[in-house]
């Protein structure tokens, strides 16, 4: 008899997990946060690049224009935050909020 193998469950327990190196994926109130603290960076002096939001209506991607607040986000598809800094530091996050589901990536990595 085959038995097909089980995956191991994506978690260490806290709500956050890194499978790959550069990449994390966080959950719950977690993914939340990690969005609140990556709103913030993507708003240092130093920043670069910018938010990105598919709202619920599943219209097209939107440049985030206005500063949003992560209570602003409860009605989008997807947020984007594609940013790092002036000295090189590259990376993204994705939040998908309905599942507070989020991916964290740093591009530098490879």
Not at 34 to 43: G, I, S
Not at 44 to 68: M, N, R
Not at 72 to 91: C, P, T
């Amino acid at each position: 008899m085959n038995a097909t193998p089980t995956p191991a469950p994506l978690t260490d327990g806290a709500g956050t997990v890194e499978p790959i190196p550069g990449t994390q994926f966080f959950w719950g109130d977690a993914a939340h946060h990690e969005l609140e603290r990556l709103f913030d960076r993507a708003r240092d002096e130093d920043a670069t690049g910018c938010i990105w939001v598919l709202p619920s209506s599943l219209g097209s991607w939107e440049k985030a224009t206005e500063l949003l607040s992560t209570d602003d986000v409860a009605d989008m598809e997807v947020v984007i935050i594609d940013s790092g800094n002036k000295f090189g530091d590259s990376w993204k996050y994705t939040y998908y909020p309905r599942n507070k589901v989020g991916m964290f990536q740093k591009e530098d990595m490879f």
